[in-house]
């Protein structure tokens, strides 16, 4: 089974992503995997997400310091 990586800024802004996710998903060699850089926005999203077919998420943290991640 193959990976298909949604890169690129923040994804999650993306207003039809749930439908993009949907449509890789349903591609017999796939594995729905987001990856992005800070998930501001997941918990927003993660429902529909999930509902869509996606399965796999990757998120890189910058720093785990409050002060320094608002800044």
Do not use: C
Not at 18 to 26: D, F, G, H, I, N
Not at 29 to 40: E, M, V
Not at 43 to 69: C, Y
Request: no cysteine; aromatic share 4%; charged share 25%.
């Amino acid at each position: 089974m193959g990976k298909i990586r949604l890169t690129g800024g923040e994804p999650l802004v993306r207003h039809d992503l749930p439908l993009l996710v949907e449509k890789l998903a349903a591609l017999a060699w796939t594995r729905g995997s987001l990856s992005y850089h800070h998930g501001a926005l997941l918990s927003e999203r993660i429902q529909a997400l999930k509902q869509s077919g996606l399965r796999r998420v990757n998120i890189s943290i910058d720093t785990l310091d409050a002060d320094k991640f608002n800044a």
